[in-house]
Nanobody, 115 residues
Framework: QVQLVESGGGLVQPGGSLRLSCAAS????????MGWFRQAPGKQREQVAS???????NYAASVKGRFTISRDNAKNTVSLQLSSLKIEDTAVYYC?????????WGQGTQVTVSS
């Protein structure tokens, strides 16, 4: 079974930056569009970014211009660079295939933006 492990979260002030990383135990990234998702307290999980096998990238309007998604198929990783962070970006961030999440969700990594 595939295991997804997210890392890189933390506590930052508004305007700060973080780089999140997702690693998979199996080689799945080379054959799937990958996405980053987030879930804030009391809200549904939402996709914030995705990157296809061919490198086509989509961002949610709320993060466009501030977040950057990238992938390294050889290393079976996908990253998310978060900049100009806002309080409303506070959430647990997860990775999975996109648009449909085909694998069990990992633990996620907590991003907290606070003054």
């Amino acid at each position: 079974q595939v295991q997804l492990v997210e890392s890189g979260g933390g506590l930052v002030q508004p305007g700060g930056s973080l780089r999140l990383s997702c690693a998979a135990s199996g080689r799945i990234f080379s054959g799937n569009t990958m996405g980053w998702f987030r879930q804030a307290p009391g809200k549904q999980r939402e996709q914030v970014a995705s990157i296809s096998i061919g490198g086509i990238i989509n961002y949610a309007a709320s993060v466009k211009g501030r977040f950057t998604i990238s992938r390294d198929n050889a290393k079976n990783t996908v990253s998310l660079q978060l900049s100009s962070l806002k309080i409303e970006d506070t959430a647990v961030y997860y990775c999975n295939t996109s648009p449909l999440p085909l694998y069990s969700w990992g633990q996620g990594t907590q991003v907290t933006v606070s003054s």
